[in-house]
């Protein structure tokens, strides 16, 4: 896990050390162990690296790395399913001077060219220069946990791990108007039309999944979708066939990230995802295993409890740190440095300081648990969704059931006529969904009308799925718009401290297994994450897999918001946001009202927050 930049340039002053220099600096906390430059023969090629020791901490693996005299590579990540590769390189006649991964990232290419990527498992973000060829091939891994910006101008291409390397160049820290709208109203933090589109105007993110190639001779620019997550196939299968496939896959994905050559530890939240990886792990016989944990004594939404019962059922050491209003104050400006783009609520600061404590008791790999619910469908909000597919499958008593078993078990799902209407009009539901969030922009209450009126009058970037089945609006979160947040949160938060989160739940073969079945694999009795619940039934307490209550990563951010140095902070983030003609001048006079993280009306957190990544 590192940080990666470089600079093509058919002016080779414009690659300088000096400029890579100012790249890697940007970036030094991405990679504490080292750092490493290269330039071609021509000097149109600059390459520079920052290094976090995970796999040969030796200095055979320090990057920028080269392969049989015509290969150079940077590369942020790790591919799990390494050794393997290897060896299966190695019969092909390859051979290796290192004992980590990047090595075989240089030699899968040079084996398979642009199909390398079907080969890899894991996390990556990487830049390949082949001198021969004279061309440059990024990519980033399938569901995009690493990141890769990029800035083009004329013949020049600029990439790093993180903007901030690019703003290091002078590159410009322009606001992307339609984006900070639709962030200030609805909250949106991406842009489901266009994953491409940042905060920032020309700066750009390769969408997960894809590559660019890029010829320096012919100034050919190839950009390509490698991996597509189908949502259509769908298996036959017993559940008993299914429970055990599921553990298979799971047990084979921790074990795989589970290879390091450095302490390795989890984040435990007392949930069922962070919970199923602590039993695997337990089960594997993982020596010096250790979790980390942020709780919040006297908050109705502590996990506290369900954590002690998971650390006293494996013997696992935990680390928990209880983060305050006065911390977030005094941290603020430096989470938002290293997280860039706006967030959504303050859990991400729990999160932030759970990684800083890993990281104090020199545990710099974490295993998470991102990813759990987009597959097995466990947030709440699926809940209509499979019950309108029911109803427009005319499985009405189905429907019934599981609607009375869900309130039964206390979960408030919102469910009448109109809920039956969409069922059999999927694609005027869609409509009707996209026309309010285009209303909520042009009715705001606060936003500055000059800047309003810039952005209001399309629905770009207000995009709803059209659902007939649940792995509609699966697909939805998984690729458009929603664990695409998480992961970048995740990145920069673990990043900021030098750690390296892993995500056992992303595997491929995991992923595309679990998309294949049936809905009533997911949501069934009453129960979200069914699937996964069966599957840990008798590695886990009763208590954790059947848990009625569903508790995000929460803080007390209500409470918070009410603290004076907060209401300080949103009274001088509103006067910023009004001075850069964001809000309008009449919104200085309007309360706000402290909300939980997940409710509506949390444009309190918001003001603070634009203003705060924004500013220059």
Same mark, same amino acid.
């Given at each position: 896990m590192c940080g990666i930049a470089g600079i093509l340039s058919p002016n080779p002053e414009h690659t300088g050390r000096q400029r890579l220099q100012a790249m890697a600096d940007a970036l030094a906390h991405r990679g504490p162990d080292g750092e490493g430059f290269w330039h071609n023969p021509s000097g149109i090629v600059g390459l520079a690296h920052r290094r976090l020791s995970i796999l040969d901490l030796t200095d055979a693996a320090a990057q920028p790395m080269h392969y049989l005299m015509r290969y150079s590579i940077v590369y942020n990540g790790e591919i799990y399913n390494y050794k393997e590769l290897r060896k299966q390189l190695e019969n092909s006649g390859h051979e290796f001077l290192s004992t980590g991964d990047t090595e075989v990232v240089l030699a899968a290419y040079a084996q398979y060219g642009e199909d390398c990527l079907k080969q890899f498992e894991g996390m990556f973000s990487f830049a390949i220069w082949d001198e021969k060829e004279q061309t440059l091939f990024c990519a980033r891994d399938r569901f995009g946990e690493k990141p890769f910006y990029y800035f083009r101008q004329g013949e020049e291409f600029y990439f790093a791990s993180e903007m901030k390397a690019l703003w290091a160049l002078g590159i410009g820290k322009e606001t992307n108007r339609n984006m900070m709208g639709r962030y200030l109203v609805l909250g949106h933090v991406q842009n489901p039309s266009d994953s491409s589109e940042t905060f920032y105007e020309n700066i750009y993110s390769l969408p997960p999944g894809t590559f660019i190639k890029y010829n320096a001779s012919t100034q050919r620019w190839d950009i390509q979708e490698y991996f597509f997550l189908r949502k259509e196939v769908s298996v036959s299968i017993k559940q008993a066939d299914a429970v055990s496939i599921t553990n298979t896959l799971l047990q084979n994905s921790v074990a795989r990230c589970l290879r390091s050559d450095v302490p390795i530890g989890s984040s435990l939240s007392g949930g069922l995802d962070s919970s199923t990886i602590a039993a695997y792990v337990q089960a594997l016989h993982q020596n010096s295993f250790q979790t980390?944990?942020?709780?919040?004594?006297?908050?109705?939404?502590?996990?506290?409890?369900?954590?002690?019962?998971?650390?006293?059922?494996?013997?696992?050491?935990?680390?928990? $740190?209880?983060?305050?209003?006065?911390?977030? @104050?005094?941290?603020?400006?430096?989470?938002?440095?290293?997280?860039?783009?706006?967030?959504?609520?303050?859990? =991400?600061?729990?999160?932030?300081?759970?990684?800083?404590?890993? %990281?104090?008791?020199?545990?710099?790999?974490?295993?998470?648990?991102?990813?759990?619910?987009?597959?097995?469908?466990?947030? $709440?909000?699926?809940?209509? +969704?499979?019950?309108?597919?029911?109803? &427009?499958?005319?499985?009405?008593?189905?429907?019934?059931?599981?609607? &009375?078993?869900?309130?039964?078990?206390?979960?408030?799902? !919102? +469910?009448? $006529?109109?809920?039956?209407?969409?069922?059999?009009?999927?694609?005027?539901?869609?409509?009707?969904?996209? &026309?309010?969030?285009?209303?909520?922009?042009?009715?705001?209450?606060?936003?500055?009308?000059?800047?309003?009126?810039?952005?209001? /009058?399309?629905?770009?970037? =207000?995009?709803? !799925?059209?659902?007939?089945?649940?792995?509609?609006?699966?697909?939805?979160?998984? @690729?458009?718009?929603?664990?695409?947040?998480?992961? *970048?949160?995740?990145?920069?938060?673990?990043?900021?401290?030098?750690?390296?989160? %892993?995500?056992?739940?992303?595997?491929?073969?995991?992923?595309?297994?679990?998309?294949?079945?049936?809905?009533?694999?997911?949501?069934?009795?009453?129960?979200?994450?069914?699937?996964? *619940?069966? /599957?840990?039934?008798?590695?886990? !307490?009763?208590?954790?897999? +059947? %848990?009625?209550?569903?508790?995000?990563?929460?803080?007390?951010q209500k409470k918070w918001m009410q603290d004076p140095l907060l209401k300080d902070y949103l009274h001088e983030a509103k006067k910023q946001l009004v001075a850069e003609k964001f809000l309008s001048e009449k919104s200085l006079q309007q309360s706000h009202k402290s909300v939980e993280i997940h409710q509506e009306g949390n444009e309190a957190w918001r003001f603070i927050c634009a203003a705060k990544v924004i500013k220059k």
């Open positions: 980390f944990s942020a709780v919040f004594p006297g908050f109705d939404r502590d996990e506290s409890a369900h954590i002690k019962q998971i650390t006293s059922n494996f013997s696992l050491p935990n680390y928990a $740190i209880t983060p305050t209003a006065e911390g977030l @104050v005094n941290d603020f400006e430096k989470l938002c440095w290293h997280q860039e783009e706006p967030f959504t609520s303050s859990s =991400i600061y729990a999160q932030y300081k759970v990684y800083e404590k890993a %990281r104090a008791e020199n545990v710099p790999v974490l295993l998470d648990g991102q990813g759990a619910d987009e597959i097995f469908g466990g947030y $709440i909000k699926y809940v209509h +969704w499979h019950l309108q597919s029911l109803v &427009s499958k005319s499985k009405f008593g189905a429907a019934s059931k599981e609607l &009375s078993l869900f309130r039964k078990y206390g979960h408030k799902v !919102p +469910w009448g $006529i109109k809920n039956y209407v969409a069922a059999f009009l999927p694609a005027h539901t869609t409509m009707f969904l996209e &026309s309010r969030e285009h209303k909520k922009l042009k009715n705001s209450l606060f936003l500055n009308e000059e800047f309003a009126a810039g952005f209001v /009058t399309d629905t770009y970037g =207000i995009e709803k !799925p059209t659902v007939t089945k649940l792995n509609d609006i699966l697909h939805f979160n998984m @690729v458009q718009m929603g664990l695409q947040e998480l992961l *970048r949160y995740a990145d920069r938060n673990s990043m900021a401290h030098g750690v390296e989160v %892993r995500l056992p739940f992303l595997n491929t073969a995991l992923v595309k297994f679990i998309f294949s079945l049936p809905a009533s694999c997911k949501i069934k009795d009453g129960y979200t994450k069914s699937l996964l *619940r069966k /599957t840990m039934q008798g590695k886990l !307490p009763d208590s954790i897999v +059947w %848990r009625k209550d569903k508790v995000g990563f929460e803080t007390p």
